[in-house]
């Protein structure tokens, strides 16, 4: 199964998620590819870090990063072969780069699309909607689109009110909700997953979720 984790505004969350969401199924006992499809880097800006930790702090388990960033042609020539050796791949793609997104959308099975409460992420937001519709119209691509509320900030009106706000796309909302939480950041800062991190936290939970309603996609495909 692939994964794309796509919105063309940064700052929503994208590398956040698609890194623990990677992390969260490669404890499931499964392999995963993170495919760092962002030209700024995160994904594998975070295994440099990663790599630097103490074997303890980082369990040997399923999970692969690339190295380096990929590109819209790198995708083309090396995600399927790549992803028969695999249970999943999550490709993080970067913020405004049409070309990569396009190539993601094309060869994934499903896309998460990152949104925070904010009423000018939640505007922005259907730039990639609508990239995902004309592809279905132009292109046959069969990707099944869902929207995530991401770096939501717990006890606010706004964060009340996503949900309803997010009717106007008419594609499915996850109930998996990921909140802004400090823990996130520090674990990427380190390299670490937040189920290394932070194991038991509300982080953590709120991705056992995500990896919950990911998981029953597989079934259903």
Not at 195 to 209: Q, R
Request: overall charge neutral; some cysteine; hydrophobic content about 40%.
């Amino acid at each position: 199964m692939i994964i794309s984790v796509v919105n063309g505004k940064g700052g929503v969350g994208k590398s956040t998620v698609a890194i623990n969401l990677a992390g969260s199924l490669s404890r499931e006992n499964g392999k995963v590819l993170l495919v760092d499809a962002d030209p700024q880097g995160t994904a594998s800006g975070w295994l440099k870090a990663r790599e630097e930790q103490p074997a303890e702090r980082v369990p040997r388990n399923g999970l692969r990063v690339t190295p380096e960033p990929w590109g819209a042609s790198d995708l083309a020539d090396k995600i399927s072969a790549e992803a028969r050796e695999m249970d999943f791949v999550v490709i993080d793609c970067g913020p405004a780069n049409g070309k990569i997104e396009r190539a993601a959308l094309a060869l994934s099975d499903f896309a998460i699309i990152p949104v925070t409460p904010s009423p000018y992420d939640i505007r922005s937001a259907k730039t990639t909607v609508d990239l995902i519709r004309e592809g279905r119209e132009e292109a046959g691509v069969r990707v099944k689109a869902f929207l995530l509320i991401s770096r939501k900030v717990v006890g606010t009106s706004l964060g009340r009110d996503v949900r309803d706000a997010l009717q106007v796309f008419d594609l499915p909302i996850l109930k998996a909700e990921i909140c802004h939480r400090v823990a996130l950041c520090e674990a990427g800062i380190v390299g670490q997953t937040i189920h290394e991190y932070e194991p038991g936290s509300l982080a953590a939970e709120e991705f056992d979720i995500l990896a919950k309603e990911v998981l029953k996609w597989r079934k259903q495909n």
